[in-house]
């Protein structure tokens, strides 16, 4: 008989987020491309409405597969560059912008320390930062135990909840001036965390609450 498990938060690597998202990819929609293509749409023009977006210079922190940063290139004639959060430094000339968007949910707090500084650092003086995160999320029904070796963990593989007084100091405390923090339904949830509501409703009998969006604009100060 296996002896039984001590439970324990799950320690994330790149190689493990891979490998999960890879697996659990294979439940989501076959019109998961479009449906992401339209959220990065709506989420691209919302930004253009807080900043000045078309043809400026722009960080995509947390880039993924680029879908994002290619929308803003594509809608907003953009000059993006993606980086994945293992980037620890920007060593390029300051850019004008920086959007990271779903990203800080997923981040414990040394590489979320390190975000905040690679962020600094690329945006020039006077430059703006979008972020939007889940608002004040509820983690524990999408929370999942390994029986085999008891590690915690949650399906849409977030460690940490945002309210808007936790985003603000976060940024303010790195020298940004707070323009926007509101937690809105403006466009519903990314089309993953509702392919991970249906997955979590296959394997459980709980249910994911629908979310809001906290969504940030911060100016950097001038010298």
């Known amino acids: 008989m296996d002896p039984t498990p001590t439970p324990h938060p799950l320690v994330w690597t790149s190689e493990r987020i891979q490998r999960h998202f890879a697996f659990i990819r294979r439940s989501w929609p076959r019109d998961w491309p479009v449906e992401e293509d339209a959220h990065w749409r709506e989420t691209a023009r919302w930004i253009a409405t807080q900043v000045p977006l078309r043809g400026s210079t722009v960080l995509d922190y947390g880039c993924g597969e680029g879908r994002g940063g290619h929308r803003l290139a594509m809608d907003y004639a953009c000059t993006v560059y993606g980086i994945d959060v293992e980037q620890a430094t920007w060593s390029l000339d300051p850019l004008q912008g920086c959007v990271c968007s779903e990203v800080l949910e997923h ?72 323009a926007v923090c509101v937690a809105t339904d403006l466009w519903g949830p990314p089309p993953w965390y509702r392919a991970l509501r249906t997955l979590a409703r296959h394997v459980s009998r709980q249910t994911p609450i629908p979310m809001t969006r906290l969504l940030y604009v911060g100016w950097k100060a001038s010298g």
């Open 107 to 178: 981040l414990e707090d040394g590489p979320l320390a390190q975000a905040v500084r690679l962020i600094s650092q690329a945006v020039k003086p006077g430059g703006w930062l979008v972020v939007t995160t889940p608002h004040a999320e509820d983690l524990a029904p999408l929370e999942r135990c390994c029986p085999a070796c008891g590690a915690i963990f949650t399906l849409n593989q977030h460690v940490r909840s945002w309210t808007i007084p936790q985003m603000r100091a976060l940024w303010e405390a790195a020298g940004w001036r707070t």
